[in-house]
Every structure is written in structure tokens, then in C-alpha cells.
């Protein structure tokens, strides 16, 4: 199924979209003839449960997947004619899983960010060393910058990740569960740099596992099952108690949050009928 919220014409304005998106493993199609169109300068987060083909169309709209039909358009232009160097300064992606040396510290790691910026008659500059220092200050880590990356928290290391990001100067950011393993308070720390990167002019968009903070903290909701999109829109007009019955099989009662008037569910229980298994797993 297409985005419901799809239109065509959407795509002239939309900094990342796809249309008839089909995308495999081998013989098996993973995502199925998917039309997108993502809004600018706001946070997306894609939800669904597990093997529904969330991370599969990140590395989609990232260029790290290579549909099998369709195309995916940035910037109104096939995502296929970008250059390396030249996607890397449009297109940002923190995969789920990531790792460094031992004893990089969180201003080394950043500085990694500017590569794409590199070139052979291009070296480090002032420009580059204003701009990490830009970066350090979004992802509020000037106090840490020379503090090795294995001796900070969770959320102080996922944060420098992302600065790494924001130093590379992109308009986009793709970021893939990146609260994972993080405890709460950590969490929140990373949903609020996402935020300030948004209001700062950056389209983000997240893949998550959790569906509240999915609520709370994004403008758009691309909402997966199976390889397909069974609801797009903001928050508080898609997420019903149908719709979560839908993707994960339970039972619940929504209230909205007197602070935000994002949508919180509550009183939660397995359905008598289970959902529709996945049929894909990845």
C-alpha cells in the first residue's frame, strides 16, 4: 500500500520521497511498491513492529539498498545521480549500530563529519573548526570534547554521534533507533537535540521501536506493516487504538498528554486475535 498521504506533486516540494519503491533480499520483497513523500524541516518517525521493514527503507532512502523497481528522488532528482561526495553533503545516516577506536575522543569523532567537505585541494580550515565547535555546542558537549567516547554515558556517546552528524552539515539526517538501549533520561536527551536540530532547519527522520515517544517527539508518522505504510499523518490524526491493534496486536485506551496533547496509550493488552505476522524480517 502507498502512503495514504501521498500525493505526487508532493514530491516537488518534499527534500526526500519515493515512488513505486520496491525493495528485496534475494527473491523476497521486502518493501512493496511504496510511494513517499517526507515534509521538510520537520521529525518523521517511522514505527511499525519488528520485521516490518523499517530499517530496510532507511537504507532505501539512504542509497544503501538498491530498489528493485521505483526510485527515490532528493531534491527532485533521482537519487542515483548524486555523487558520493556529493549525496554525503545532502544525506546524513546514523545506522543503528555503531562503533569506534578505543580512546576517540567525542571532538575526533565529530571532526570525522567533515570528510565529505575534504578534498584533495581541500584540507582541515578555520571553517571546519568553527563548525565542530558548532556541532560540540548543539549536542551540548563542549565540556566533554576530549573526553575518550568509552568513558562517557549513553546518552552523552549517542549525542556525539550525532554531532558527528550535524558536522557534517547536511539538511537531511537519518537516524535508526537512536535511543536504543538507552534508559530514559538518556532518551530524552537525545529527543531534544532532534528537536533543536528540526527547529534549526534539518528534516530528520527516525526509525522507532516506541510508539509514545514516536507521539511526543515527531511531526509526521509513517506508520509500517509487512513492508507497507497503513497510516501517514500527524500523530494525534492517525495514532487510534485500531491502528495499534493493527501493527502490534494490542489492546488499549488513548488519552492525550496534558503537555503536549500528543497521544499516550494506556490500560494495555493482547488482543484475543493476534496481528498479522510480518512477512519479512528485516
Not at 578555520?126 to 549513553?154: I, K, Q
Request: proline share 6%.
Amino acid at each position: 500500500m502507498n502512503d495514504p498521504a501521498f500525493d505526487s506533486s508532493a514530491l516537488a516540494s518534499s527534500p526526500l520521497g519515493a515512488q513505486g519503491l520496491t525493495l528485496a533480499y534475494g527473491k523476497r520483497a521486502v518493501i512493496r511498491n511504496l510511494d513517499l513523500a517526507l515534509p521538510a524541516r520537520r521529525v518523521t518517525a517511522i514505527v511499525g513492529p519488528n520485521g516490518c521493514g523499517k530499517s530496510t527503507l532507511l537504507a532505501g532512502l539512504a542509497r544503501l539498498h538498491t530498489p528493485e523497481t521505483g526510485h527515490v528522488t532528493l531534491d527532485g532528482r533521482d537519487i542515483r545521480e548524486f555523487g558520493g561526495r556529493e549525496l554525503a553533503r545532502a544525506l546524513a545516516l546514523l545506522p543503528q549500530s555503531v562503533s569506534a577506536p578505543e580512546g576517540l575522543t567525542a571532538a575526533e569523532l565529530i571532526r570525522f563529519g567533515r570528510q565529505p567537505h575534504q578534498g584533495w585541494l581541500r584540507h582541515w580550515s578555520a571553517e571546519d573548526a568553527r563548525v565542530v565547535s558548532a556541532a560540540l555546542a548543539a549536542a551540548d558537549l563542549e565540556a566533554l570534547a576530549d573526553r575518550p567516547l568509552d568513558a562517557m554515558s549513553g546518552g552523552q556517546r549517542q549525542r556525539a554521534w550525532i554531532a558527528m552528524t550535524v558536522a557534517q552539515q547536511t539538511p537531511l539526517l537519518l537516524l535508526d533507533e537512536p535511543t536504543t538501549a538507552l534508559d530514559l533520561g538518556h532518551a530524552i536527551e537525545v529527543f531534544e537535540l532532534i528537536r533543536e536540530l528540526a527547529a534549526a532547519g534539518k528534516t530528520v527522520v527516525m526509525v522507532l521501536h516506541d510508539l509514545v515517544n514516536a507521539c511526543r517527539y515527531a511531526d509526521h508518522l509513517i506508520a509500517m506493516r509487512a513492508g507497507e505504510i497503513i497510516a501517514a499523518g500527524a500523530p494525534s490524526e492517525v495514532v487510534t487504538t485500531d491502528l495499534v491493534r493493527e501493527l502490534y496486536g494490542i489492546d488499549c485506551t488513548l488519552l492525550a498528554d496534558p503537555g503536549t496533547g500528543s497521544p499516550v496509550l494506556t490500560n494495555l493488552r493482547r488482543t484475543r486475535e493476534p496481528a498479522p505476522a510480518c512477512a519479512v524480517s528485516r
